[in-house]
Every structure is written in structure tokens, then in C-alpha cells.
């Protein structure tokens, strides 16, 4: 293990909040957590930059070409993509995580009875 490094963060509360419960649920400190989620972070760029330079030498590849290649259903698929990605900015439909987030605020309240 490298020596520690003494260094002061600037974190947002609800940030902070959340490091502390978290660190708290896990019996380890707050610099633990960071440490680790910046190593993860750090080996997963590393990686990436590595599967970048394996395939830097291939050739490029016209997209257009590839969608003409594309099956039916795979070009069906693609608008159905575009068509809810053009309803989302239009603001017809809502984001799935705000669904996800009220479903799952419903499930946490108490259940209401109907008055008898």
C-alpha cells in the first residue's frame, strides 16, 4: 500500500451526506470509499484508453454503410430509438428515471385504504 496523502475536497452536501451513510453501512471510513471509487474510475479509463490504442490502426467505417447492411429489424429498432428520443425532447413523454423515481417513492408509502 502507497503512503497516504493528506488533501481537503470540496464536495457537495448531499454528496458528503451520502459518503458519510455510505461509509457508515459499510464499517469503513470516508477515505476508503474515495479512494476506491477514484482507483475503479482510474482502471476503467486506463482500460478504455488501452482498447482505444489496440484499435486505432482499423480501419474507419461509414455508418451509412452499416445501417444499409443493417437488417429490417434492426433499422425498425433504430427509429422506434430516434422517434423516443424526439418525444423526450419534445416533452411528450417523461425520462424513465423520473417514472422509476415515482414508482418507487409509491412503493415506499403507506399503503391507503379505501374508507369503509
Known amino acids: 500500500m502507497s503512503p497516504r496523502i493528506r488533501t481537503s475536497v470540496y464536495l457537495s452536501a ?31 479509463d486506463a482500460a478504455d484508453i488501452a482498447v482505444c490504442a489496440a484499435r486505432a490502426s482499423e480501419p474507419e467505417v461509414d455508418m451509412k454503410k452499416v445501417l444499409g447492411r443493417a437488417s429490417a429489424e434492426t433499422r425498425a429498432l ?18 424513465a428515471v423520473e417514472v422509476i423515481a415515482k414508482v418507487r417513492r409509491r412503493r415506499a408509502a ?3 385504504r379505501a374508507p369503509s
Open 78 to 95: 433504430l427509429a422506434i430509438l430516434a422517434i423516443g428520443e424526439a418525444q423526450l425532447k419534445a416533452g411528450k413523454v417523461k425520462p
Open 14 to 44: 448531499d454528496v458528503y451526506h451520502a459518503l458519510r451513510a455510505s461509509a457508515a453501512e459499510f464499517n469503513c471510513s470516508m477515505s476508503d470509499i474515495v479512494n476506491s471509487s477514484l482507483e475503479d474510475a482510474f482502471l476503467e
Open 110 to 112: 403507506p399503503l391507503r
